[in-house]
Protein backbone atom coordinates (compact mmCIF):
# COMPACT_ATOMS: atom_id res chain seq x y z
CA UNK A 1 0.00 0.00 0.00
CA UNK A 2 0.78 3.31 -0.88
CA UNK A 3 1.58 5.25 2.75
CA UNK A 4 1.56 9.12 1.26
CA UNK A 5 -1.47 8.01 -0.69
CA UNK A 6 -3.47 6.83 2.24
CA UNK A 7 -2.55 10.36 3.97
CA UNK A 8 -2.86 12.53 1.10
CA UNK A 9 -0.86 15.34 0.43
CA UNK A 10 2.86 15.13 2.69
CA UNK A 11 4.85 17.75 4.26
CA UNK A 12 7.33 16.94 0.96
CA UNK A 13 4.64 17.29 -1.57
CA UNK A 14 2.98 20.31 -0.19
CA UNK A 15 6.05 21.78 -0.47
CA UNK A 16 6.96 21.46 -3.62
CA UNK A 17 3.38 22.72 -4.72
CA UNK A 18 4.58 26.12 -2.97
CA UNK A 19 7.17 26.32 -5.20
CA UNK A 20 5.47 25.63 -7.75
CA UNK A 21 2.66 28.82 -6.98
CA UNK A 22 5.91 31.01 -6.55
CA UNK A 23 7.03 30.12 -10.08
CA UNK A 24 10.18 28.32 -9.84
CA UNK A 25 10.74 26.64 -12.83
CA UNK A 26 14.36 25.05 -12.17
CA UNK A 27 15.76 23.40 -8.86
CA UNK A 28 19.32 22.44 -8.40
CA UNK A 29 20.56 19.56 -5.87
CA UNK A 30 22.49 16.91 -4.76
CA UNK A 31 20.49 14.39 -3.78
CA UNK A 32 19.94 12.77 0.05
CA UNK A 33 18.49 11.06 1.64
CA UNK A 34 17.24 13.27 4.19
CA UNK A 35 14.37 15.22 1.67
CA UNK A 36 13.63 12.12 -0.40
CA UNK A 37 9.98 12.96 -0.11
CA UNK A 38 10.59 16.00 -1.51
CA UNK A 39 12.16 14.36 -4.49
CA UNK A 40 9.83 12.17 -5.20
CA UNK A 41 7.14 14.58 -5.08
CA UNK A 42 9.36 16.73 -7.73
CA UNK A 43 9.27 13.85 -10.02
CA UNK A 44 6.18 14.67 -11.14
CA UNK A 45 6.21 18.71 -10.93
CA UNK A 46 6.22 20.69 -13.64
CA UNK A 47 9.84 21.52 -12.35
CA UNK A 48 12.83 20.71 -14.41
CA UNK A 49 15.19 19.16 -11.87
CA UNK A 50 19.36 19.63 -12.67
CA UNK A 51 21.22 16.93 -10.36
CA UNK A 52 25.15 18.31 -9.99
CA UNK A 53 28.08 17.16 -8.85
CA UNK A 54 29.10 19.34 -5.86
CA UNK A 55 26.64 21.19 -3.32
CA UNK A 56 28.67 24.26 -3.98
CA UNK A 57 28.04 23.68 -7.98
CA UNK A 58 24.18 23.57 -7.39
CA UNK A 59 23.92 27.05 -4.73
CA UNK A 60 26.31 28.59 -7.43
CA UNK A 61 23.64 27.84 -9.64
CA UNK A 62 20.53 28.95 -7.71
CA UNK A 63 22.71 32.54 -6.82
CA UNK A 64 22.91 32.71 -10.73
CA UNK A 65 19.20 32.19 -11.17
CA UNK A 66 17.99 34.91 -8.73
CA UNK A 67 20.86 37.35 -10.21
CA UNK A 68 19.47 36.91 -13.50
CA UNK A 69 15.52 37.06 -13.00
CA UNK A 70 15.12 38.80 -9.72
CA UNK A 71 13.43 35.92 -7.88
CA UNK A 72 15.10 33.26 -6.06
CA UNK A 73 16.85 30.49 -7.51
CA UNK A 74 16.51 27.56 -5.54
CA UNK A 75 19.16 24.75 -4.35
CA UNK A 76 18.33 21.78 -2.65
CA UNK A 77 21.22 19.56 -0.65
CA UNK A 78 21.61 17.41 2.40
CA UNK A 79 22.44 18.05 5.69
CA UNK A 80 25.82 18.73 7.62
CA UNK A 81 28.43 17.86 4.59
CA UNK A 82 26.04 19.24 1.68
CA UNK A 83 24.87 22.34 3.73
CA UNK A 84 28.63 22.86 3.92
CA UNK A 85 29.36 22.41 0.50
CA UNK A 86 26.65 24.73 -0.55
CA UNK A 87 27.73 27.13 1.92
CA UNK A 88 30.12 29.26 -1.01
CA UNK A 89 27.22 29.81 -2.84
CA UNK A 90 25.13 31.51 0.23
CA UNK A 91 28.12 33.54 0.64
CA UNK A 92 28.08 34.40 -2.78
CA UNK A 93 24.28 35.75 -2.49
CA UNK A 94 24.61 37.23 0.50
CA UNK A 95 27.49 39.56 -0.83
CA UNK A 96 25.85 40.20 -4.42
CA UNK A 97 22.48 40.73 -3.05
CA UNK A 98 20.68 37.97 -4.85
CA UNK A 99 17.71 36.30 -3.64
CA UNK A 100 18.06 32.53 -3.66
CA UNK A 101 16.52 29.92 -1.46
CA UNK A 102 18.85 26.95 -0.24
CA UNK A 103 16.57 23.90 1.38
CA UNK A 104 18.92 21.72 3.22
CA UNK A 105 17.53 18.05 4.50
CA UNK A 106 18.04 17.98 8.42
CA UNK A 107 17.68 15.28 10.85
CA UNK A 108 14.56 13.92 12.36
CA UNK A 109 13.50 16.27 15.21
CA UNK A 110 13.59 13.54 17.79
CA UNK A 111 17.23 12.84 16.83
CA UNK A 112 18.27 16.93 17.94
CA UNK A 113 21.14 17.65 19.88
CA UNK A 114 22.34 14.22 20.14
CA UNK A 115 24.86 14.79 17.72
CA UNK A 116 23.48 12.80 15.72
CA UNK A 117 24.42 11.35 12.13
CA UNK A 118 25.53 14.44 9.73
CA UNK A 119 23.69 16.77 12.48
CA UNK A 120 24.05 20.79 11.52
CA UNK A 121 22.92 23.59 13.67
CA UNK A 122 21.84 25.50 10.66
CA UNK A 123 20.79 28.87 12.78
CA UNK A 124 24.55 28.79 13.98
CA UNK A 125 26.21 28.08 10.69
CA UNK A 126 24.24 30.38 8.19
CA UNK A 127 23.10 33.00 10.45
CA UNK A 128 25.77 35.35 9.30
CA UNK A 129 25.30 34.98 5.71
CA UNK A 130 21.79 34.78 5.11
CA UNK A 131 18.79 37.34 5.78
CA UNK A 132 16.44 34.35 7.91
CA UNK A 133 16.86 31.04 8.72
CA UNK A 134 14.03 28.91 9.59
CA UNK A 135 13.20 25.08 9.90
CA UNK A 136 9.39 23.65 8.03
CA UNK A 137 9.02 21.61 11.65
CA UNK A 138 5.36 21.75 11.62
CA UNK A 139 3.23 20.21 8.85
CA UNK A 140 0.61 22.85 10.01
CA UNK A 141 2.71 25.55 8.27
CA UNK A 142 4.19 24.88 5.06
CA UNK A 143 2.24 27.65 3.14
CA UNK A 144 3.36 30.27 5.93
CA UNK A 145 6.93 29.17 6.15
CA UNK A 146 7.45 29.28 2.16
CA UNK A 147 5.69 32.41 1.48
CA UNK A 148 8.10 34.27 4.27
CA UNK A 149 11.08 32.13 2.55
CA UNK A 150 10.64 33.71 -0.68
CA UNK A 151 9.34 37.30 0.59
CA UNK A 152 12.06 37.69 2.57
CA UNK A 153 14.66 36.46 -0.24
CA UNK A 154 13.30 39.42 -2.10
CA UNK A 155 12.76 41.97 0.23
CA UNK A 156 14.52 45.21 0.83
CA UNK A 157 18.09 44.01 0.07
CA UNK A 158 17.74 41.08 -1.55
CA UNK A 159 19.55 37.89 -0.18
CA UNK A 160 19.44 33.83 0.70
CA UNK A 161 17.23 32.07 3.08
CA UNK A 162 17.97 29.03 4.12
CA UNK A 163 15.46 26.34 5.10
CA UNK A 164 15.87 23.62 7.13
CA UNK A 165 13.67 19.76 6.71
CA UNK A 166 13.54 17.45 9.12
CA UNK A 167 13.25 14.12 7.30
CA UNK A 168 10.18 12.58 9.47
CA UNK A 169 8.27 15.76 9.25
CA UNK A 170 8.47 15.95 5.56
CA UNK A 171 6.58 12.55 5.09
CA UNK A 172 3.92 13.63 7.58
CA UNK A 173 0.29 14.34 6.56
CA UNK A 174 0.18 18.25 5.31
CA UNK A 175 -1.85 20.03 7.38
CA UNK A 176 -1.25 23.66 5.87
CA UNK A 177 -3.08 26.31 3.40
CA UNK A 178 -1.01 27.13 0.62
CA UNK A 179 0.04 30.84 0.07
CA UNK A 180 -0.13 33.06 -2.79
CA UNK A 181 2.83 34.16 -5.27
CA UNK A 182 4.83 36.27 -3.63
CA UNK A 183 5.19 39.76 -5.21
CA UNK A 184 8.18 41.67 -3.62
CA UNK A 185 7.44 45.32 -2.11
CA UNK A 186 9.05 47.62 -4.13
CA UNK A 187 9.51 51.41 -2.57
CA UNK A 188 9.39 54.37 -4.62
CA UNK A 189 10.48 57.87 -4.33
CA UNK A 190 8.68 60.30 -3.19
CA UNK A 191 8.16 63.59 -4.78
CA UNK A 192 9.89 65.84 -2.30
CA UNK A 193 13.38 63.85 -2.42
CA UNK A 194 12.78 63.97 -6.24
CA UNK A 195 12.83 67.83 -6.47
CA UNK A 196 15.52 68.11 -4.29
CA UNK A 197 17.71 65.71 -6.55
CA UNK A 198 16.32 67.82 -9.69
CA UNK A 199 17.51 71.08 -7.26
CA UNK A 200 21.14 69.49 -6.89
CA UNK A 201 21.60 68.03 -10.45
CA UNK A 202 21.10 72.00 -11.10
CA UNK A 203 23.54 73.33 -9.19
CA UNK A 204 25.44 70.81 -10.02
CA UNK A 205 29.27 70.91 -12.62
CA UNK A 206 30.43 67.86 -12.28
CA UNK A 207 28.03 65.16 -11.63
CA UNK A 208 28.23 61.79 -12.10
CA UNK A 209 26.01 58.49 -11.89
CA UNK A 210 27.30 55.26 -10.46
CA UNK A 211 24.73 52.28 -11.09
CA UNK A 212 24.96 48.82 -9.49
CA UNK A 213 23.17 46.40 -7.07
CA UNK A 214 20.23 44.36 -7.93
CA UNK A 215 16.27 44.59 -8.48
CA UNK A 216 17.06 45.81 -11.96
CA UNK A 217 14.76 44.65 -14.94
CA UNK A 218 14.57 45.68 -18.54
CA UNK A 219 12.17 48.68 -18.11
CA UNK A 220 14.25 49.95 -15.38
CA UNK A 221 17.68 49.83 -17.39
CA UNK A 222 15.85 51.54 -20.07
CA UNK A 223 14.88 54.23 -17.97
CA UNK A 224 18.21 55.10 -16.80
CA UNK A 225 19.19 55.01 -20.29
CA UNK A 226 17.09 57.55 -21.44
CA UNK A 227 17.94 59.84 -17.80
CA UNK A 228 21.33 59.82 -19.22
CA UNK A 229 20.64 60.74 -22.06
CA UNK A 230 18.25 63.54 -20.98
CA UNK A 231 21.08 65.22 -18.79
CA UNK A 232 23.77 64.46 -20.18
CA UNK A 233 25.28 62.54 -17.55
CA UNK A 234 28.43 60.26 -17.42
CA UNK A 235 27.35 56.67 -16.09
CA UNK A 236 29.81 54.38 -14.46
CA UNK A 237 29.21 50.81 -13.33
CA UNK A 238 30.17 49.22 -10.13
CA UNK A 239 32.06 45.77 -9.93
CA UNK A 240 30.85 42.83 -11.92
CA UNK A 241 27.73 45.41 -12.94
CA UNK A 242 28.67 46.36 -16.37
CA UNK A 243 25.76 44.53 -18.36
CA UNK A 244 23.07 47.66 -16.51
CA UNK A 245 24.36 50.06 -19.05
CA UNK A 246 25.32 49.63 -22.37
CA UNK A 247 28.47 49.93 -23.08
CA UNK A 248 28.44 51.44 -26.32
CA UNK A 249 25.83 54.03 -25.15
CA UNK A 250 27.41 57.55 -25.73
CA UNK A 251 26.97 58.29 -21.83
CA UNK A 252 28.48 55.17 -20.64
CA UNK A 253 32.45 56.36 -18.51
CA UNK A 254 33.39 52.42 -17.36
CA UNK A 255 33.90 50.41 -15.16
CA UNK A 256 34.83 50.68 -11.58
CA UNK A 257 36.12 47.37 -10.63
CA UNK A 258 39.57 46.23 -10.11
CA UNK A 259 42.08 47.55 -12.38
CA UNK A 260 39.55 50.59 -13.00
CA UNK A 261 40.82 53.09 -15.80
CA UNK A 262 42.65 55.89 -13.73
CA UNK A 263 41.00 58.77 -15.65
CA UNK A 264 37.58 57.34 -15.01
CA UNK A 265 38.54 57.07 -11.12
CA UNK A 266 39.95 60.25 -10.74
CA UNK A 267 36.22 61.86 -12.61
CA UNK A 268 34.55 60.41 -9.29
CA UNK A 269 37.20 61.73 -6.91
CA UNK A 270 36.48 65.20 -9.13
CA UNK A 271 33.17 64.67 -8.79
CA UNK A 272 30.47 67.66 -7.13
CA UNK A 273 27.72 65.61 -7.43
CA UNK A 274 27.99 61.53 -6.66
CA UNK A 275 24.41 59.56 -7.75
CA UNK A 276 24.65 56.61 -6.79
CA UNK A 277 21.65 54.06 -7.96
CA UNK A 278 20.62 50.76 -6.31
CA UNK A 279 24.23 49.74 -5.13
CA UNK A 280 26.29 49.82 -1.91
CA UNK A 281 29.82 51.03 -3.26
CA UNK A 282 31.73 48.44 -1.51
CA UNK A 283 35.65 48.32 -0.98
CA UNK A 284 36.09 47.23 -4.60
CA UNK A 285 34.15 49.79 -6.69
CA UNK A 286 35.12 52.46 -4.18
CA UNK A 287 38.72 51.65 -4.70
CA UNK A 288 39.77 50.32 -1.17
CA UNK A 289 37.36 53.11 0.24
CA UNK A 290 39.37 55.87 -1.12
CA UNK A 291 36.54 57.61 -3.67
CA UNK A 292 34.28 58.44 -1.10
CA UNK A 293 35.25 59.69 2.78
CA UNK A 294 33.47 57.74 5.26
CA UNK A 295 31.40 58.26 7.02
CA UNK A 296 31.04 61.85 5.54
CA UNK A 297 31.69 61.99 1.38
CA UNK A 298 33.09 65.64 1.24
CA UNK A 299 31.00 65.68 -2.45
CA UNK A 300 27.59 65.49 -2.28
CA UNK A 301 26.17 61.71 -2.32
CA UNK A 302 22.92 61.00 -3.32
CA UNK A 303 21.98 57.09 -2.54
CA UNK A 304 19.56 55.26 -4.10
CA UNK A 305 18.88 52.09 -2.65
CA UNK A 306 16.05 49.64 -2.32
CA UNK A 307 16.82 48.86 1.43
CA UNK A 308 16.63 51.75 4.06
CA UNK A 309 18.58 49.89 6.63
CA UNK A 310 21.61 50.15 3.92
CA UNK A 311 21.60 54.16 3.44
CA UNK A 312 23.64 55.59 5.97
CA UNK A 313 25.36 52.25 7.10
CA UNK A 314 28.64 53.22 5.40
CA UNK A 315 28.51 56.45 3.99
CA UNK A 316 26.11 59.44 5.27
CA UNK A 317 24.41 60.66 2.16
CA UNK A 318 23.42 64.31 1.57
CA UNK A 319 19.89 62.97 0.02
CA UNK A 320 18.74 59.32 0.81
CA UNK A 321 15.83 58.18 -1.36
CA UNK A 322 14.57 54.86 -0.11
CA UNK A 323 13.33 53.14 -3.48
CA UNK A 324 14.30 49.75 -5.82
CA UNK A 325 15.99 50.72 -8.97
CA UNK A 326 12.53 49.35 -11.12
CA UNK A 327 10.80 52.48 -9.08
CA UNK A 328 13.76 54.92 -8.63
CA UNK A 329 15.12 54.84 -12.39
CA UNK A 330 11.33 55.29 -14.21
CA UNK A 331 11.15 58.72 -11.88
CA UNK A 332 14.47 59.79 -12.87
CA UNK A 333 13.79 59.43 -16.44
CA UNK A 334 10.39 61.69 -16.01
CA UNK A 335 12.56 64.54 -14.51
CA UNK A 336 13.09 67.66 -16.08
CA UNK A 337 16.27 68.67 -16.99
CA UNK A 338 18.25 72.48 -16.24
CA UNK A 339 17.76 74.31 -19.26
CA UNK A 340 21.27 74.85 -19.15
CA UNK A 341 23.22 72.21 -18.70
CA UNK A 342 26.34 73.12 -16.50
CA UNK A 343 28.42 70.04 -17.51
CA UNK A 344 27.75 70.20 -21.03
CA UNK A 345 30.21 67.73 -23.01
CA UNK A 346 31.35 65.97 -19.83
CA UNK A 347 29.77 62.50 -21.03
CA UNK A 348 30.71 62.68 -24.13
CA UNK A 349 34.78 62.87 -22.62
CA UNK A 350 34.49 60.43 -20.26
CA UNK A 351 33.12 57.72 -23.26
CA UNK A 352 36.14 58.53 -25.10
CA UNK A 353 38.51 58.57 -22.06
CA UNK A 354 36.77 54.85 -21.74
CA UNK A 355 37.40 53.84 -25.27
CA UNK A 356 40.62 55.31 -25.34
CA UNK A 357 41.27 53.09 -22.43
CA UNK A 358 39.39 49.41 -23.89
CA UNK A 359 39.43 49.62 -27.55
CA UNK A 360 42.71 48.12 -27.87
CA UNK A 361 44.56 45.11 -26.29
CA UNK A 362 48.24 45.94 -24.87
CA UNK A 363 50.94 44.05 -25.42
CA UNK A 364 51.69 40.52 -23.73
CA UNK A 365 54.33 38.17 -23.39
CA UNK A 366 54.24 34.87 -24.59
CA UNK A 367 52.11 33.40 -27.71
CA UNK A 368 48.71 33.87 -26.62
CA UNK A 369 47.67 37.56 -26.03
CA UNK A 370 44.26 37.61 -23.63
CA UNK A 371 43.37 41.15 -24.70
CA UNK A 372 43.49 39.92 -28.11
CA UNK A 373 41.21 37.19 -27.56
CA UNK A 374 38.52 39.54 -25.41
CA UNK A 375 38.39 41.83 -28.29
CA UNK A 376 37.80 38.72 -30.76
CA UNK A 377 35.24 37.88 -28.32
CA UNK A 378 33.74 41.33 -28.12
CA UNK A 379 33.50 41.29 -32.04
CA UNK A 380 31.76 38.23 -32.78
CA UNK A 381 29.54 37.15 -29.66
CA UNK A 382 26.13 38.03 -29.97
CA UNK A 383 25.33 41.38 -28.31
CA UNK A 384 23.11 39.26 -25.74
CA UNK A 385 25.80 36.78 -24.84
CA UNK A 386 25.75 35.78 -21.30
CA UNK A 387 29.38 35.70 -19.79
CA UNK A 388 29.77 33.93 -16.93
CA UNK A 389 32.98 33.79 -14.66
CA UNK A 390 34.59 33.44 -11.23
CA UNK A 391 37.70 35.00 -9.70
CA UNK A 392 41.11 35.34 -11.05
CA UNK A 393 43.90 37.56 -12.96
CA UNK A 394 42.42 36.78 -15.66
CA UNK A 395 39.35 38.55 -15.43
CA UNK A 396 41.32 41.57 -15.60
CA UNK A 397 40.97 41.42 -19.22
CA UNK A 398 37.85 40.78 -20.04
CA UNK A 399 36.67 43.50 -17.55
CA UNK A 400 38.58 45.87 -19.60
CA UNK A 401 38.42 44.57 -23.10
CA UNK A 402 34.92 42.63 -23.43
CA UNK A 403 31.59 45.25 -23.52
CA UNK A 404 28.46 43.97 -22.34
CA UNK A 405 25.74 45.12 -24.30
CA UNK A 406 22.40 43.99 -22.83
CA UNK A 407 20.90 43.40 -19.09
CA UNK A 408 22.45 39.94 -18.12
CA UNK A 409 24.67 39.54 -20.38
CA UNK A 410 27.50 39.35 -17.47
CA UNK A 411 26.79 36.46 -14.41
CA UNK A 412 29.96 36.83 -12.21
CA UNK A 413 30.16 37.33 -8.60
CA UNK A 414 31.59 40.53 -6.78
CA UNK A 415 32.09 38.74 -3.82
CA UNK A 416 35.09 37.17 -6.69
CA UNK A 417 34.78 33.28 -5.31
CA UNK A 418 36.59 30.90 -7.86
CA UNK A 419 34.77 28.51 -9.53
CA UNK A 420 31.62 30.13 -10.34
CA UNK A 421 32.03 30.43 -14.23
CA UNK A 422 30.84 26.38 -15.09
CA UNK A 423 27.61 26.03 -12.78
CA UNK A 424 26.64 29.53 -13.21
CA UNK A 425 26.77 28.98 -17.11
CA UNK A 426 24.55 25.75 -16.93
CA UNK A 427 22.17 27.80 -14.84
CA UNK A 428 22.12 30.35 -17.73
CA UNK A 429 21.95 27.60 -20.27
CA UNK A 430 18.90 26.10 -18.78
CA UNK A 431 17.06 29.70 -18.54
CA UNK A 432 18.06 31.05 -21.78
CA UNK A 433 18.67 27.68 -23.98
CA UNK A 434 18.66 29.96 -27.23
CA UNK A 435 21.38 32.59 -25.81
CA UNK A 436 25.04 32.19 -26.50
CA UNK A 437 26.43 30.88 -23.02
CA UNK A 438 30.50 31.52 -22.30
CA UNK A 439 32.13 30.22 -19.55
CA UNK A 440 35.22 31.77 -18.79
CA UNK A 441 37.74 30.12 -15.99
CA UNK A 442 41.27 30.39 -14.92
CA UNK A 443 43.11 27.05 -14.29
CA UNK A 444 42.72 26.83 -10.16
CA UNK A 445 39.28 28.67 -10.44
CA UNK A 446 37.75 25.77 -13.61
CA UNK A 447 39.23 23.00 -11.18
CA UNK A 448 37.63 24.24 -8.11
CA UNK A 449 33.98 23.23 -9.92
CA UNK A 450 34.93 21.65 -12.81
CA UNK A 451 33.15 18.75 -11.88
CA UNK A 452 30.12 20.27 -13.40
CA UNK A 453 31.38 19.93 -16.78
CA UNK A 454 29.90 16.12 -16.09
CA UNK A 455 26.93 18.11 -15.62
CA UNK A 456 26.96 20.46 -19.23
CA UNK A 457 27.50 16.98 -20.74
CA UNK A 458 24.99 15.16 -18.80
CA UNK A 459 22.01 17.41 -20.16
CA UNK A 460 23.59 18.20 -23.61
CA UNK A 461 24.26 21.88 -22.84
CA UNK A 462 26.49 23.62 -25.74
CA UNK A 463 28.26 26.15 -23.44
CA UNK A 464 31.97 27.01 -24.25
CA UNK A 465 33.96 26.81 -21.25
CA UNK A 466 37.32 28.87 -21.54
CA UNK A 467 40.17 28.00 -19.42
CA UNK A 468 43.00 29.94 -19.21
CA UNK A 469 45.89 28.20 -18.15
CA UNK A 470 48.90 30.52 -16.80
CA UNK A 471 50.12 27.43 -14.31
CA UNK A 472 49.35 29.54 -11.24
CA UNK A 473 47.17 31.07 -8.93
CA UNK A 474 47.63 33.94 -10.39
CA UNK A 475 45.91 36.67 -8.93
CA UNK A 476 47.61 35.34 -5.39
CA UNK A 477 51.10 35.34 -7.12
CA UNK A 478 50.75 38.89 -8.31
CA UNK A 479 50.09 40.25 -4.99
CA UNK A 480 52.47 38.21 -3.45
CA UNK A 481 55.08 39.49 -5.88
CA UNK A 482 54.32 42.96 -4.76
CA UNK A 483 54.20 42.30 -1.12
CA UNK A 484 57.56 39.52 -0.92
CA UNK A 485 59.00 40.38 -4.70
CA UNK A 486 60.98 36.89 -6.10
CA UNK A 487 59.20 34.84 -2.81
CA UNK A 488 56.84 32.26 -4.45
CA UNK A 489 55.48 29.78 -2.66
CA UNK A 490 51.83 27.80 -2.74
CA UNK A 491 51.05 29.36 -6.06
CA UNK A 492 52.48 27.23 -8.51
CA UNK A 493 50.25 24.64 -10.22
CA UNK A 494 50.32 21.55 -12.28
CA UNK A 495 47.30 21.22 -14.67
CA UNK A 496 46.18 18.58 -16.50
CA UNK A 497 45.13 18.43 -20.38
CA UNK A 498 41.65 20.51 -20.36
CA UNK A 499 41.04 19.73 -24.00
CA UNK A 500 41.64 15.81 -22.58
CA UNK A 501 39.45 16.49 -19.92
CA UNK A 502 36.72 17.74 -21.90
CA UNK A 503 37.43 14.27 -23.86
CA UNK A 504 37.53 11.96 -21.25
CA UNK A 505 33.53 13.41 -19.81
CA UNK A 506 32.08 13.35 -23.60
CA UNK A 507 32.53 16.55 -24.43
CA UNK A 508 34.40 18.77 -27.19
CA UNK A 509 38.20 19.63 -26.24
CA UNK A 510 40.49 22.15 -27.82
CA UNK A 511 43.69 23.51 -27.31
CA UNK A 512 45.15 26.86 -27.89
CA UNK A 513 48.70 28.05 -28.10
CA UNK A 514 48.63 31.10 -30.38
CA UNK A 515 46.21 34.44 -30.30
CA UNK A 516 46.10 33.41 -34.01
CA UNK A 517 43.95 29.79 -33.42
CA UNK A 518 41.60 30.87 -30.98
CA UNK A 519 38.92 32.18 -33.32
CA UNK A 520 39.16 28.77 -35.20
CA UNK A 521 39.07 26.57 -32.00
CA UNK A 522 35.99 29.03 -30.55
CA UNK A 523 34.72 28.27 -33.79
CA UNK A 524 34.88 24.58 -33.71
CA UNK A 525 34.08 24.18 -29.89
CA UNK A 526 30.56 25.85 -31.03
CA UNK A 527 29.98 24.13 -34.25
CA UNK A 528 30.31 20.56 -32.27
CA UNK A 529 27.09 21.35 -30.48
CA UNK A 530 28.49 19.77 -27.30
CA UNK A 531 29.73 21.27 -24.28
CA UNK A 532 33.13 22.34 -25.18
CA UNK A 533 36.55 23.22 -23.23
CA UNK A 534 38.92 25.65 -24.86
CA UNK A 535 42.67 25.27 -23.00
CA UNK A 536 44.32 28.60 -23.89
CA UNK A 537 47.93 28.33 -23.02
CA UNK A 538 48.98 31.91 -21.44
CA UNK A 539 52.10 33.01 -20.48
CA UNK A 540 52.71 33.33 -16.35
CA UNK A 541 54.24 36.76 -16.97
CA UNK A 542 50.59 37.79 -17.96
CA UNK A 543 49.30 39.53 -14.82
CA UNK A 544 47.44 42.03 -15.39
CA UNK A 545 46.81 43.96 -18.36
CA UNK A 546 49.03 46.69 -17.22
CA UNK A 547 52.03 45.23 -16.14
CA UNK A 548 54.03 41.56 -16.23
CA UNK A 549 54.92 39.67 -13.27
CA UNK A 550 58.60 40.64 -14.01
CA UNK A 551 57.67 44.30 -13.84
CA UNK A 552 55.65 44.26 -10.70
CA UNK A 553 58.41 42.31 -8.92
CA UNK A 554 61.24 44.55 -10.04
CA UNK A 555 59.31 47.86 -9.05
CA UNK A 556 58.49 46.35 -5.47
CA UNK A 557 62.09 45.52 -5.34
CA UNK A 558 63.23 48.82 -5.97
CA UNK A 559 60.61 50.57 -3.69
CA UNK A 560 62.19 48.67 -0.86
Request: contains cysteine; negative net charge.
Amino acid sequence: MDCAASIGRTVGQALVDQLVIQGVRHVFCVPGESYLSVLDALRDSPITVTVCRHEGGAAMMADAVGRATGTPGVAMVTRGPGASNAMVGVHIAHEDSSPMILFVGQVDEGFRDRGAWQEMDLRASFGGVSKWVGELDDPGRVGEVMARAFSTAMSGRPGPVVVGLPRNVLAQADRSTDGHPVRPVEAGPDAAALAELQAMLAESRRPIVIVGGSRWDEASRAALHRFAERFALPVATSYRRGHLFDAWHPNYAGDLGLGASPKLVARVKAADLVLLVGGRMGQVPAQGYTLLDIPAPQTRLVHIHSDPDELGQLYQPTLAIPASPRRAAPALAALAPPAQIGWAGQAATAHADYLAWSQVATPQPGEVNLGEVMVWLRENLQPDAILCNGAGGYAAWLHRFYRFRELNSHIAPASATMGYGPPAAIAMKRLYPDRQVVSLSGDGDFLMNGQEFATQVQYGLPIVNLVVDNASYGSIRLFQEREFPGRVVATDLKNPDFAAYARAFGGFGATVERTADFAEAFRAAEASGWPAIVHIKVDVECMSPGATLSEVREKALAAR
